[in-house]
Each structure stands twice: as structure tokens, then as C-alpha cells.
């Protein structure tokens, strides 16, 4: 049973490439075993025992890919967004109770100035140019701590743990176990039918479930390879895709639509590769946007949905021969899915709040009882969880989105608590009241806005509360259009609103 990550990677051939990047040779099956076997050992020289939270905070590449992976099998990991700005380093470390961080070798900036703040160990990764791709050592700044037992995580140890932002301004904690990881990789493996044969092109932020375990541990589960970019940019993908040679990609709607627009300067790249097929996940791809893809790269373009809470994917557009739905998140694959009525504990037909119940379905939100008291019921044998997504199923099984109940914004796959940017914004001297809302945007889906009154005898513009704002919250947070009004529109009961409140501000077309 791969149970495990370490599981994941133990049958597949010694020799088999692995992981790959930019101008560098591959690093194999076996190259990765023993890498994982020497961060173990380093680690528990430090002192780092099974359950110790290691924070992660390193650009795109192959060694942000490998250490994930390595660290691991070791210990639990948290990735974080290198954009974060110290206070929220400081925050994340703080919630996570890390005892460690990994920073790239000779790295001096926020999560450094936040780590020493906290007092959380410093870990220094050292490349080596000569190495394979992915290769590291690790390093402590200062000496380490006595030797920790040389344990490894078993199937119900946590493997991971990421923020997800709620409805709520503080975000929740989602741990994933090892089980939970690997249940979601061999969901993958087997939806995609990937095989030692494949190659995946990585362009997705490996701090993100998306790519973390769509890309990579999926690959891996496969004994396939991944082929890891510095992140996306669409100037350099297609000389990405001509010297990886790729058999498939995954990426958000807007990284698709960006590659869309060079596509046609590249046609003889894309015969050359002949990718088996495109994947979207994250956001909703648009339908023209899904057609478009699939005759430019002539291959079938397979929309999933996921999210944190599931170890990322719920449902998938199955390979040919079934068809690929445009519209449609696919059908279930892997945990069970199913609706429930919004607000009584019970399965229905029709449209309602999608469910989820599986393998890879994380045992609960940590120290937040409120919210697994709302987000998981129990009902007719099984445990479900809310996605907080409203949709249906057509009579083939395949799965239409029709909406979110929650008021997340989804900016591109990214997702943001208005209540967090409400915090932020509120401390700035001259806003007296402020209501952060999703504004639609053709590209992203929604970008972040807010409307913002001002104290009496207050002096601030929007290019002064988007100033503060930037230098407190990563850039993808902060909010793109701030309207400064003398009141804002409030419901029928007198409480403020942000659904809606794009249109009833004139800044939206009326739904």
C-alpha cells in the first residue's frame, strides 16, 4: 500500500529520470532516494524530529520541488509564498509553530528578518551547478539541538500543512497527512494514466497544493519525470517546452490564456512536442478558452477540480475516448462526491453544496473546532466535507460549479480573505470603515477591491491606501481598485454587504 511519500518513490527504476530544470542533467529515481535519505539524516542531526514543522521558502525550481519531496519523508513540511512581507512571515511561522525554516544559501530578506524575530532554526540550502538538478545539502546557521530519534512518518503522520483562507480574517490550518497525499498523487496517476513515459512541464508555484502534488508527487507516484521552471513566464515557455520535451502541463486559466496569446509564433514547437494532453485546475477555465487550447495544441484539455482541503483533486474531464466537457469540472475522481443541502447534514439530488468523502480528504482544520463543526458531517456511512461550492451533476456524472457560498476571492487560483485585507487596510490612520470585495475581472476570474470610508478630517487617496496596503500584504492581496465613499451600502438588516457590492457600486455589470 503507498501510504506514504517514501512508499510513492520506492519501486521505480534506479536509472529513471526524475526531476529535471533548466540546463541541468536529470536527477534520478535512485539520486532522489539516496537525496532522501541524507536529508533524514541531516535533519535529525539538528535535532528535527518526525513531527517538527519545517517552513519552506525557496523560488520555483527542481530543488523547491526536492525538498519538498525529501523534507517530507522526514518531517512535516509548510511551504510558504517567498512574496509574503515580514509580518505575515511571522504570522505563518508563529500559527504553524515551526521549528525550523529552509532559506536558499546566502538569502537575507523578510523570512530571514521574521525567522530570527521568532527564533525559529535557519536552514540554509546549498546548490551545487555541478550536481544534478534538484541536488541539495542542508546547512544549520546556528549549532544544532541534540540528535532527534531516527523515526519516519508512517500513513497518519502529518506530511504537510498549508494555509487556506476561510471566512474568517485568520486563516485555518490544513494539515494533510501522509495517507492524504499520497491518496490524492495516486488519484492523479490514475485519472492523467500516467506512466514512466511521461514528463511533465512544471510552471506552477510549488507553495501550492495545485502544483505540489498535480505536478510533482503524481508524477512520482508514476515513476514519471517533471521538468521544473524557475515559474511561469509566458515569454520562455515554449523554449521550455522544446528543451523539456513534455508530454503534458498543468496550469491556472490565466497562465493557459497567456500561453494562448504566443501560441501561434510557436506552432512548430507545439507539433514537435505533441503533448497527450493539457490540465487546468485552481480557477474556472473559461469554455472558449478550453476549446481554443485543445485545437492550437491538438490534445484533449482535461479541467479539474480541487482544493486544499482534499489534498487538491476531487473531480477531473476524463482522457479520451470520454468526452471533455466544457464548463464541467468532470467527474469524480477519487473520493466521492456528492451534494447536500446547504444547510441540513444530508445528501440530495439537484443542485446544492458539493461534498466530498475519501482517502485524501484532510482529517480536519487544527485547533479550530468551530470550523470543522461546519465544514464535516456525517451521513449515510461516511464523513463528508463542505467544498462550499454550489453545483450539480448532469446524467453522465459530470460536475458544473454554479457558484461559491463562501466569500473568498479567487483571484486567478489564488485565494484571498476579504476580512484579512479589511484588517490590514483598517490600520491605516485616516479609514474608518472598510469592506473588501471580489471585483470581476475577464482574465483572473475576480481581482480585489474595496470601499473604504474615512474618518472625519481624514486625508488619504486610493493610491495612498494601496501604498500601505503593499507594504504590509504579498502584491496578490492587495486591492487593484479602492473607492473612498461617505457611506457604504448596507443590506436589509444594516449589515454591510460584499456580495454584490461591485454592482451596486456601478463598477460591475448587474448579475
Known sequence: MTDTIRALLAGHEEDLPAIGGPDRDWLTY??????????????????????????????????MATAFVTVAQAAVTAPLNPAYRTDEFAFYLEDLKARAIILPDGFEGPALDAANRLGVAVLRLKTDAGKPAGWFSLAADAPPGPLAAGTQPDADDVALILHTSGTTSRPKIVPLLQSNVAASADHIRTSLALTPQDRCLNVMPLFHIHGLIAAVTASLAAGASIWCA????????????????PTWYTAVPTMHQAILSRAGRNADIIA???????RSSSASLPAQVMLTLAETFKAPVIEAYGMTEAAHQMASNPLPPRAQKPGSVGIEAGPFVRIADESDDRLIDGIGEVVISGPNVTPGYENNDEANAKSFFSAEGRRWFR????????????????????????????????????????????????????LPHPKLGEEVAAAVVLHEGGNADERAIRDFASTRMADFKVPRKV??????????????????LAQKLGLADPA
Do not use: C
Open 387 to 438: 467544498t462550499g461550492d454550489n453545483g450539480s451533476f448532469d446524467d453522465e456524472g459530470y460536475l458544473t460549479l454554479t457558484g461559491r457560498l463562501k466569500e473568498i476571492i479567487n483571484r486567478g487560483g489564488e485565494k484571498i480573505s476579504p476580512l484579512e485585507v479589511d484588517g490590514v487596510l483598517m490600520d491605516h490612520p485616516a479609514v474608518a470603515q472598510v469592506v473588501t470585495f471580489a
Open 30 to 63: 535512485g539520486a532522489l532516494r539516496g537525496l532522501a535519505l541524507d536529508v533524514t539524516e541531516a535533519l535529525r542531526s539538528m535535532g528535527i524530529a518526525v513531527t517538527d514543522r519545517i517552513a519552506i521558502v525557496l523560488p520555483n525550481g527542481p530543488e
Open 272 to 278: 514537435a512536442t505533441g503533448l497527450r494532453f493539457l
Open 483 to 500: 473607492v473612498i465613499l461617505d457611506e457604504i451600502p448596507k443590506g436589509a438588516t444594516g449589515k454591510l454587504q460584499r456580495i454584490g
Open 230 to 245: 524557475s515559474g511561469f513566464d509566458a515569454l520562455r515557455f515554449f523554449g521550455w517546452m522544446r528543451d523539456a520535451r
